[in-house]
């Protein structure tokens, strides 16, 4: 009995350890969600404007205009930029976007993929372990990048995967990620980045009318690759601030489970320690009674 109390209490302290340890951790996420959380509310308005002026100019632009990174041709290579995280604890987050990679593979680059002509690129060290894993072609280069999240260190990214579409490397990019809703939401999703795609016109609807200044050879150069950069740092703002949720999330739910444990525990030690108490009794009124008799 006495090795049964011991064994409780021991587990008892181990679960308030842990306890205390998601507590933190959920404190911890918080705070950085917080942060995470201003910055892709204040870059998402700005991205989707970009990305959808630079898809009506795509779209309008007519003539011999040399618009390399809008060329739809062949789709032979593929990349995909998977956007994960560098640690776990933060529920099935990492897990849905490697599964979202891997349906997007299997429904849209089947045959790509049976040839070997599928390439992924991860930024985030769980994403690239799974990945890599499963026997997927994957590239460690930006995996880092959470490290050091800034503007300059996506561009990287942006800018190799636009030179490897220029120098026909691949004839498609797509960003899986995760984008952000609120701390209990997360929509798992891959997105075209090259070819720019473009928007569709709607039967006699009027084509967007855009002035060029300067003309439009030299401002659509200069125009592409910075909105490209702001749409690939916009993927990994989102998968950042899900990153935090999801594990803000995880963490409270653990805590919450671990305060139901530890309910459990402590009435299976009271009930231990009461027939302890019951056992001892019974033995001193039993001896008591072998003494008088």
Do not use: C
């Amino acid at each position: 009995m006495a090795g049964q109390l011991k064994e409780v209490r021991n587990r008892i302290k181990s679960v308030q350890s842990t306890q205390q340890i998601t507590k933190a951790m959920k404190m911890v996420s918080a705070a950085k969600l917080r942060r995470a959380q201003d910055a892709i509310t204040q870059m998402r308005p700005y991205a989707q404007k970009l990305q959808e002026m630079l898809s009506n100019i795509v779209s309008n632009v007519e003539g011999d205009l040399n618009m390399s990174l809008a060329e739809n041709r062949a789709v032979e290579k593929v990349l995909l930029i998977v956007i994960t995280s560098d640690r776990g604890l933060a529920g099935a987050y990492n897990a849905n976007v490697v599964k979202t990679t891997k349906q997007v593979i299997k429904d849209k680059y089947a045959s790509q993929y049976a040839k070997g002509n599928v390439t992924i690129w991860n930024i985030g060290k769980k994403g690239w372990e799974s990945l890599t894993k499963s026997g997927y072609k994957t590239n460690d280069t930006y995996k880092d990048i959470f490290l050091k999240l800034t503007f300059e260190n996506v561009q990287l990214a942006a800018q190799a995967a636009v030179k490897a579409f220029e120098n026909k490397e691949f004839d498609a990019i797509d960003i899986v990620y995760s984008e952000f809703k609120n701390a209990a939401t997360q929509r798992f999703l891959s997105e075209q980045f090259l070819p720019i795609p473009k928007v569709a016109q709607k039967d006699g609807g009027a084509k967007a009318d855009f002035i060029f200044e300067p003309e439009k050879e030299t401002l659509i150069a200069e125009l592409m690759p910075k909105i490209l950069n702001t749409q690939l740092y916009k993927a990994v703002l989102d998968a950042n601030a899900s990153e935090h949720g999801a594990r803000m999330t995880a963490m409270d739910k653990a805590s919450e489970n671990a305060n139901e444990l530890l309910k459990s525990l402590k009435i299976s030690y009271n009930r231990a320690r009461q027939a302890a108490i019951t056992t001892e009794l019974t033995e001193i009124v039993s001896g008591a009674a072998a003494l008088q008799g």
